[in-house]
């Protein structure tokens, strides 16, 4: 995703931007092919078709896209969003990531695996899963009215709230995993070496653990926020239509109206709008912490 | 307490800048374990473990691993509770304390720096944690800095320094709050023998300087006995021998302690009658006047230099070997050879100009004092 901007290494070779020898970039070769069929060739058409006219070369896509009207509100709104999700992810996910690096080993893995089972189990099944617990008649509703809380149903379903809740739920795992990963790699003495050394557990945690695992939750904000840019399924179920995504919005282009050109320009819009939030985001986490992210000594 | 500035241009030799220690002493603690008892399940780490550090002292928990010596220091540190005792440092008793408000400075095995801090903010962590202020900060930092010769690396990160540096860098932040007690945990462990050998006299040194009880754990008996002022042996959560180096090596009461500190024949004795002691696999058997009649598994602790190849005053004792191997070291020579009785035995004796060296199969004369014999039980066989 970014260009490893925070990525968790073992800090020795890595960090000091050894290159590889020439002789083993032939592994890359099989990655690159696939990455330049299925991304950069596509992309490219995308792009080429973004600024086609009725007659040669024209802006004319861009100018509906960005000028003010539905579209612009639209990305905005898929934009604030995803950075709310994202943002809620980390909060949520973070005391859930440390919680499970703090077991001893052998305990990680079942608690992973009830992590990560979610992810088995498609979007689309999740989202109606939804539907059945935040409707009219739902779950929640049906006990918020059994324990005489409210009168009647509440709206849930079609709301904003109900979108959140949705996106959050489907990206939670991803977030967890990523944060995970990255706080295995703090070395667990010194936690023990900032108490010796005078810390309380909290000032510990704040001194040592918090800015060692700073870089995993950058990657995994970075991580949902980019997969929540091109949510589809999740807003169109849940939603109401002020919830529309870039996304819906690209899929009626393509598939319904067939306005190719336009769909083709949202389409490079939210790419380099997610590029432009990735790559700033990334650039603040450097000039705050003076280093690029990493994830402790062994 | 309060430092004095340091001449950062005056130039010193070797490693250690002696000017740059602060002429206040901080005056070292004294520690009381009391029958501090710890058990992981089923495994008991340390029985009973009683034993009084006295202030200034450098004292050397040695045992191999699994000994319990890292459980004993972790009790101290706090990192770990006890079972049962009390642990008392200047007579306060500190077992329900958490670490943070012992006062202890502590070097870890993998120094644990901190990999996201200068090691200048390494060193001055405790004084934050401490709230000092700035400046106070600032001069401590930079004095400690001096004392460990690494002014010229106090912006660098841990990531970008040698093993012996960052080793120099745990040392500074242990001691720049000047506590009365500092903790090592196998502190030059990660280091090849030479920089061990050269950070152990500073060690030393900086420790006699700043007058700090230490309390340093090792499994390696050659760092106990040229840093210690005492050593503690332990053995499967046992004490099993306290004293001096010197007491150590010239007096084990153990046949483990004679086994484990420097090297040492131990050879089968028999000690069944009263003033007589004989060791069969030398063929020797002597008058020991103060010796009873004891029981059980008794061994004879010889240490190859006390095996001698010219007569001496009072070497009564008499064995025949036959040289099966001569190792040239230089100043020295080491030998291993068998008895007329089949025992393999190690003996070494200081080069002089005009020896011939023995050759492989050759027979000679070897003597012994008595006194030299140290006796010791097995204590696993004999009890405890």
């Known amino acids: 995703m970014s260009d490893g901007v925070a990525m968790p290494h073992d800090g020795k070779g890595a960090a000091r931007g050894r290159r590889a020898p020439l002789s083993s970039l032939w592994l890359l070769a099989p990655a690159a092919v696939l990455f330049l069929f299925v991304f950069i060739l596509p992309v490219g058409e995308v792009a080429l078709w973004s600024v086609q006219g009725e007659a040669g070369l024209s802006a004319e896509n861009y100018e509906a896209a960005l000028g003010a009207g539905p579209y612009r509100t639209i990305l905005f709104g898929t934009l ?146 980019v997969l929540a840019l091109g949510f589809f399924i999740t807003p169109a179920l849940v939603g109401g239509p002020k919830e529309t995504m870039i996304a819906n919005l690209i899929a009626t282009q393509i598939t319904l109206t067939l306005d190719w050109g336009l769909g083709s320009a949202l389409g490079v819009v939210l790419l380099i709008a997610g590029f432009a939030v990735v790559g700033a985001i990334a650039l603040l986490f450097r000039r705050v912490t003076g280093l690029s992210g990493h994830g402790g000594s062994r | 307490m309060i430092p004095t500035m340091v001449d950062v241009n005056k130039p010193s030799s070797g490693t250690l800048n002696r000017e740059a220690f602060s002429k206040a002493k901080a005056t070292g603690a004294t520690i009381e374990f009391q029958s501090v008892r710890k058990a992981y399940g089923s495994i008991t780490a340390l029985h009973d473990f009683s034993l009084t550090i006295h202030p200034g002292e450098f004292l050397t928990i040695l045992g191999s691993s699994g000994s319990g010596k890292t459980t004993a220091l972790n009790a101290l540190a706090g990192f770990s509770g006890a079972d049962s005792g009390d642990i008392l440092i200047d007579g306060k008793s500190v077992i329900d304390e958490p670490p943070e408000r012992r006062n202890l400075g502590m070097v870890f095995q993998n120094y644990s720096l901190f990999p996201h801090m200068t090691v200048f903010d390494n060193i001055a962590f405790p004084l934050r944690m401490r709230r000092a202020p700035r400046s106070e900060i600032n001069e401590r930092v930079e004095r400690v800095l001096e004392i460990v010769r690494l002014g010229a690396l106090a912006k660098r990160m841990p990531r970008d320094l040698s093993g012996g540096q960052q080793q120099r860098v745990a040392f500074a932040r242990a001691i720049v709050f000047e506590p009365p007690v500092l903790l090592m945990d196998e502190p030059l462990g990660a280091l090849d023998l030479k920089l061990r050998e050269a950070l152990q006299f500073e060690i030393k040194e900086i420790q006699h300087q700043l007058g700090c009880t230490v309390v340093y754990v090792t499994h390696d008996q050659r760092e106990a006995l040229a840093m210690s002022s005492r050593i503690v042996v332990l053995r499967d959560g046992r004490i099993e021998q306290v004293g001096t180096p010197s007491e150590m090596y010239d007096a084990p009461k153990s046949r483990f302690v004679a086994d484990f500190i420097g090297q040492t024949n131990l050879l089968a004795a028999d000690l069944s009658t009263a003033g007589s002691v004989s060791i069969s696999e030398l063929g020797a058997v002597y008058r020991d006047a103060d010796s009873q009649a004891r029981q059980g598994a008794w061994y004879a602790s010889v240490r190859p230099e006390k095996l001698q190849r010219r007569p001496a005053e009072g070497a009564d004792i008499a064995v025949g070997v036959t040289v099966q191997e001569a190792v040239f070291l230089g100043d020295v020579i080491e030998y291993s050879a068998r008895t007329a009785h089949g025992a393999l035995i190690h003996f070494r004796e200081q080069r002089r100009d005009r020896d011939r060296i023995p050759e492989r199969g050759e027979t000679i004369s070897l003597v012994l004092r008595p006194s030299d014999v140290v006796l010791v039980p097995d204590l696993a066989k004999t009890g405890r």
């Open chain 1, 80 to 225: 604030q969003l995803s950075f709310g999700v994202a943002c809620a992810c980390i909060l949520v996910g973070y005391p859930a990531a440390y919680f499970l690096a703090s077991r001893p080993p052998r305990n990680r893995t079942l608690l992973l695996l009830l992590i990560l089972t979610p992810l088995w189990v498609s979007v689309l099944v999740r989202t109606f899963g939804w539907i059945v617990v935040l409707g009219r008649e739902g779950l929640v509703n049906s006990m918020l009215i059994g324990i005489g809380a409210v009168d009647g149903p509440l709206q849930m379903l079609y709301t904003r709230g109900a979108v959140y809740i949705a996106m959050v739920q489907v990206l939670l795992p991803v977030a967890i995993l990523v944060m995970f990963s990255t706080m295995t790699t703090i070395n667990r003495s010194l936690l023990m070496a900032s108490r010796i050394l005078g810390a309380s557990p909290w000032r510990g945690f704040v001194h040592i653990f918090l800015p060692l695992s700073a870089g995993g939750a950058v990657n995994a904000w970075m991580l949902t926020f």
